[in-house]
């Protein structure tokens, strides 16, 4: 059974540093058909796509966001961590992780974790 | 970027109707896209994906078409369940943006 979880601070201070984790079982993050995602939703809003790791661990960013993210896997941990600087209240938001599968040369997120919102305010 | 623009960022229809919501790839993204259905307070569950693949578990009513810049979400006969908010995200290339969202409410 895949099941994602995402785990860190519910509240955090403007300017201070954001690390969320995303612990993983029923899959392991060296398949090669697999990889990991962020993404989060400020309240009422669109999706928004932010980081993913590659099981080769490669990486890829957001554009808007790139000089504040970092994400990094412990496949013995069957953990990605997301790392954000400098918060600021306009990332409020659920922050989720996913897991994107490759397919029939295509790729999607066939399985997400719950989601753990995150409140930056003083 | 590869930007993604949905319409109409809402609609409203009756139990029973057919609706369609449409994508916008900013550049031919080919049949790289895939659809997701999100109902309040809940993770985004896909739908459709590479364009017109069901994914498994999901009702057949739901349809998806397209290629190149322009892409449509179908759902048949509507029924009250899928009142909720579909994206469209596409895959061709990082970083692999999402569309903004239409919320679909029932009559």
């Known amino acids: 059974q895949v099941t994602l979880k995402e785990s860190g601070p519910v509240l955090v201070k403007p300017t201070e540093t954001l690390t969320l984790t995303c612990t993983v079982s029923?899959?392991?993050?060296?398949?090669?058909?697999?990889?990991v995602s962020w993404i989060r939703q400020p309240p009422g809003k669109a999706l928004e796509w932010l980081a993913h790791?590659?099981?080769?661990?490669?990486?890829s960013y957001g554009t808007s966001l790139e000089n504040r993210l970092t994400i990094s896997k412990d496949t013995s941990k069957s953990q990605v961590v997301l790392i954000m600087t400098d918060m600021a209240p306009v990332d409020t938001a659920t922050y989720f992780c996913?897991?994107?599968?490759?397919?029939?040369?295509?790729?999607?997120?066939?399985?997400w974790g719950q989601g753990i919102v995150v409140t930056v305010s003083s | 970027d590869i930007q993604m623009t949905q319409s109409p960022p809402s609609l409203s229809a009756s139990v029973g109707d057919r609706v369609f919501i449409t994508c916008r790839a900013s550049?031919?993204?080919?049949?790289?896209v895939n659809w997701y259905q999100q109902k309040p307070g809940k993770a985004p569950k896909v739908l459709i994906y590479?364009?017109?693949s069901l994914e498994s578990g999901v009702p057949s009513r739901f349809r998806g078409s397209g290629s190149g810049t322009e892409f449509t979400l179908i759902i048949q006969n509507l029924q009250p369940e899928d009142s909720a908010t579909y994206y469209c995200?596409?895959?061709?290339?990082?970083?692999?943006?999402f569309g903004q969202g239409t919320r679909v409410e029932i009559k």
């Open positions: 590479s364009a017109s």
């Open positions: 550049q031919s993204i080919n049949n790289y």
């Open positions: 029923g899959f392991s993050l060296n398949n090669a058909k697999m990889g």
């Open positions: 995200q596409q895959s061709y290339s990082a970083p692999w943006t």
């Open positions: 790791t590659f099981s080769n661990d490669d990486k």
């Open positions: 996913a897991r994107m599968i490759s397919r029939f040369s295509s790729d999607w997120y066939d399985y």
